[in-house]
Structure formats: C-alpha cells, structure tokens
C-alpha cells in the first residue's frame, strides 16, 4: 500500500513538474507578443472616417507594443472585402480589421457572405461611437432637413446622396431618411468616404450622411454645410453642439449613428486578445486620440471584448428590423 502511495505521489510530482515547465515554456512566447510587425485592415480607401481613426490609433499602438501598425486599405463590397480578408488571417493577433456598422449589416442584406459571420470573428475592442452628419456643400440651396425633404418630394430620384459603400453607416442612415420621410433619393456608392466626399465636393452629388469623423475638417473650414446630425441627441462636440438631430428637424424616431471597433480572426488565443485590448484601451484613452477624434463628434467607449461582442450582438438585431422594414438593399 505504502509503496503503490509512493508511486502515486511520484507520479503526480513529475505531472506537477512538467505541467509547470509547459507553462514555463509558454510564458516567454506569450510575453514576446508581438514580436514583428501588426496590421490593421481598413476595409474602405484612404481619406475616410475610418481610415483616419485606424491611423490615429495604429500609431499610439505600435509606441505601446513597440511595434509598427502596419494600415492596409481593402475598400469594395460595402467592407466585405476587406472583413474576408481578416477572416482568412491567421489567428494570431497580427491581423486585425477596424470594423463599422457595415459588419454588422451585411448579413441582412447580402444573401451570400464569403465568410461564416457568426463563426469567422473574435471582437478586441469598441473604439467609439459617433454622429452621421447630413451635410452638403456651401452653395447648395439646402439650408436644412425640410429644404431637402420638399426637394426631395418636388423631384423624386432626382436628388442624389452619396455613401463610402453599400451597406455603410452612410448608406443606411440614408435608405432610413427616405424610408421615415416617404422620399426617393437616388444612392451613389463608392469605395470609401474620401472618394465619396471628393465628388459631394465637386458638385456630382447633392449630399452625403457621412460619419463626423470624415467631415469634421471639411465643416470647420467651411467646405461643407452640416445640416443635422443622425444620433438621438445632439453632439456634444463643440463643432457640433449647435447642428440639430434629424428628429427634431421633422423627422421623429431618426437614430442611426455609426461606430468604429477592432477585431481579430475567431480563434486568436485570449491572452492575446486582452494584450490587445490593453493597447488599444490606452491609445484610444490618451490625450493625443481624443483631441485628435472627440472634437470631430466621436465618443470613445474603449471597453471590454466582452462589451464589444454584447453591442456587436445587439447592433446586428437591431438594424436587421430597420432593414426589413425600409427594404433596404445594396442597390
């Protein structure tokens, strides 16, 4: 008995030590993370909202990991593009998406995604929300909501408004708009905001509900004219602190504001996930972000990957009824 103890005992002594050597093994790998260059996917061309935020943050980042953010623009397909790119990563942390409300839109309006929605992502991080902003150029006749309406009502389909892709924020705060006021206004979408705002700049679109992020400098120079914002109440930012919601323009129960958030391919260890978090929680929370995008409306949240993937879930039910309701499409 004794001796079938001491057998025992020894046997559990050398499992004991060889499961604290595999931790010994791993802590190094783990605490070298990341050992080479990181990538954030910005699923729309150069200029936008989007792009802006992911360079902003990339570059806090890579001071924080000691390594380079490397910012990979993939616009097309309302983000799909660059969201199954992500997806046929690696799982290892070195690859990440800023993803938009477009993600979570998609699989209600596109009857065929290349990749598992439910399956394919793990979420780091909410980096902030933000207003849409109707906004027009300085010559437009447009002086508010109810110019663009009548507009709208006097010539249906002759007025256009233009998106950084189908499925966007901009694109559905725009199908809301004319599914809330009875209007036709025709949708132009292109592969980013910058494009986007290039033509609404030129005269070939009439107005754009774009994100703060993208117009705030067109706005504060007097390029464009912001006529109302698309978020339940106005934005505390001081440049739009005196632009009025869409609602209380004359259009009750208009909500759709936009978001910016991080993920990684499903799979990507957790420890890795929660460095990331880490870093990012602390770009997204330094002085140098904020300054850089509160000012243009963007409220920073810089939760927990939890939070984010309970907003994700949230977010994704609640558009799915918009876009049953207004039927919208990617046109």
């Known amino acids: 008995m004794q001796k079938s103890f001491a057998s025992l005992s020894s046997k559990l002594a050398a499992f004991a030590l060889a499961a604290a050597g595999s931790i010994l093994v791993a802590s190094p790998a783990l605490a070298a993370f990341p050992d080479k260059p990181l990538k954030i996917i910005v699923p729309f061309a150069p200029g936008g909202g989007t792009d802006m935020v992911s360079r902003t943050i990339g570059i806090l980042m890579s001071q924080d990991l000691g390594q380079p953010v490397i910012i990979d623009n993939k616009p097309g397909a309302g983000t799909i593009i660059g969201t199954d790119a992500l997806a046929k990563s690696a799982p290892d942390g070195y690859t990440l998406v800023m993803a938009t409300l477009a993600h979570v839109v998609n699989p209600s309006i596109q009857p065929k995604l290349p990749y598992d929605y439910a399956k394919a992502f793990a979420p780091v991080m909410l980096v902030g929300r933000s207003p849409n902003v109707l906004v027009v150029r300085p010559d437009s006749p447009f002086k508010s909501v109810k110019d663009v309406i009548a507009a709208a009502k006097a010539k249906p389909g002759r007025l256009s408004f233009a998106s950084q892709g189908s499925g966007t924020s901009a694109h559905l705060a725009g199908e809301l708009f ?63 602190a005196n632009v009025p919601t869409i609602a209380e323009s004359g259009v009750p129960g208009y909500v759709a504001d936009s978001w910016y958030g991080l993920l990684v391919p499903a ?19 330094s002085d140098v972000f904020r300054s850089k995008v509160e000012s243009e409306g963007l409220i920073v949240s810089a939760g927990t990957p939890e939070e984010f993937g309970k907003y994700l879930k949230g977010e994704e039910v609640r558009w799915n009824k918009v876009v049953k309701a207004a039927h919208i499409t990617t046109d």
Request: proline share 7%; hydrophobic share 45%; net charge positive.
């Open 178 to 240: 004319k599914n809330l006021t009875g209007t036709f206004i025709t949708h132009i979408p292109y592969r980013g905001a910058g494009p986007a705002l290039t033509d609404l700049l030129g005269g070939q679109v009439d107005m754009m509900f774009a994100t703060a992020s993208a117009v705030g400098p067109f706005i504060q120079s007097g390029k464009l004219r912001a006529l109302a914002v698309t978020t339940a109440q106005r934005s505390p930012s001081a440049l739009l």
């Open 267 to 285: 799979g990507t260890p957790a420890p890795v996930i929660a460095r990331l978090n880490a870093s990012a929680k602390k770009a997204a929370q």
